[in-house]
């Protein structure tokens, strides 16, 4: 029962059963997978059904109900330490894995494991890191360690090698929309949602924000305008991205979500040139599209998305995003023709 809430992941769920029945649990694990498929509330579950004092090795299943399951549920079991970079911080301290550390050098408390669950493994800083391998290396008896991150070269290769690593893919599309729709979500957003969400029903989540939409429509119309106003184009960008709050995290998120809107709108951009139907496209993009294709050729166009990108990775390795929206619109006015921030017409 404990598993439904895991969706699209069944074949990982009869993965680790089989290696609790055989006893062969390994002491540590890496997750890795792009972010919103349900690899923390994965570990989460497993953690449960590992430390549930209803069922035994041969069922891998938490009963929800026993004292151990009541306490995993209110975050109180002594065998379950869990940590993830706070949102103001850009790593996980050398402090927090620390404490992790001498936690988990302690015998179990009243499981059969001692298990640790490490969100953002991908923000450890080096000294955290470095700390965290000596677990690894010599991890205490009966104990497991669950890393979770986006994929495996962010993190040290010492760490990769010490861990079985263990690849969450997307949902299918219409698991995605059956999570969403239990969601106090607009319907009418569902669909688009969904097509966007890259099978992630945590980026389909973030996306569905009406703010977002609202500045979507701006962001191409500005696009699409000609000559270009880069400069009053990045300055609307950057002041809704500075809405978000006041910490870097949300403003991160809402600077890589409205880049997913644009390498979406850019791809129907090359679509469209290469004579293929537009696939993600809104309702008013059509006006749009056929605007901007009658002057970018495909190789722009993909220059242009290949710009978006990095543009993400510059977000990810946490550039000021001032600077990083500026430096993108720029480029972007570049290779358009309208007027760059820089004053210069090309
Ligand atoms: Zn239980």
């Known amino acids: 029962m404990s598993w439904e809430r895991i969706k699209g ?20 694990y890496l997750f890795v997978g792009p972010p919103g498929v349900g690899k923390r509330l994965f570990a989460g579950e497993l953690a449960k059904a590992l430390l549930c004092e209803v069922h035994g090795r041969d069922k891998l299943e938490a009963c929800g109900r026993c004292s151990a399951c009541v306490l995993v549920d209110a975050g109180t079991h002594p065998d379950l330490f869990t940590a993830s970079r706070p949102e103001e911080l850009v790593e996980l301290s050398i402090n927090t894995i620390r404490e992790l550390c001498r936690d988990m050098a302690l ?3 009243r499981g059969r494991y001692k298990i640790v669950i490490l969100d953002d493994a991908d923000d450890l800083s080096d000294a955290a890191a470095g700390c965290f391998l000596k677990t690894l290396e010599e991890p205490p ?7 979770i991150g986006q994929t495996a070269e962010r993190q040290l290769p010492t760490i990769v090698s010490r861990c079985q690593v263990i ?13 969403l729709k ?12 969904v097509r966007l969400s890259g099978g992630s029903p945590g980026q ?9 939409w609202e500045f979507r429509r701006q962001l191409v119309e500005g696009l699409a305008r000609f000559p270009q106003d880069s400069v009053n184009l990045a300055k609307q960008w950057t002041e809704f991205i500075e809405e978000a709050g006041k910490e870097g995290g949300p403003q991160r998120r809402r600077a890589t979500l409205t880049l997913r809107f644009l390498v979406a709108f850019l791809s129907d951009l090359l679509r469209q040139s290469l004579g ?11 006006r749009l599209l056929e605007k901007l294709g009658s002057r970018l050729d495909a190789e722009t166009i993909t220059e242009l998305i290949e710009r978006s990108l990095e543009a993400d990775v510059q977000i990810e390795r946490r550039l000021q995003l001032v600077l990083i929206i ?4 720029d480029a972007m006015a570049q290779r358009m023709g309208g007027l760059s921030s820089l004053g210069k017409a090309h």
């Open 182 to 193: 239990e969601q106090d979500i607009d319907p009418a957003l569902i669909d688009r949602l």
């Open 167 to 179: 690849h969450f893919a997307g949902l299918p599309e219409s698991e995605v929309a059956g999570l």
């Open 141 to 147: 008896p009966a104990s497991l360690l669950i890393l």
């Open 204 to 212: 389909a989540q973030a996306l569905a924000e009406p703010e977002l």
């Open 9 to 28: 992941h069944d074949y990982l769920v009869r993965a680790f059963a089989e290696v609790v029945a055989k006893g062969r649990l390994g002491h540590a």
């Open 326 to 329: 500026e430096a993108f619109v």
């Open 107 to 109: 015998k179990p408390a």
């Open 276 to 286: 293929q139907p537009a696939r993600l496209a809104e309702p008013g993009d059509a």
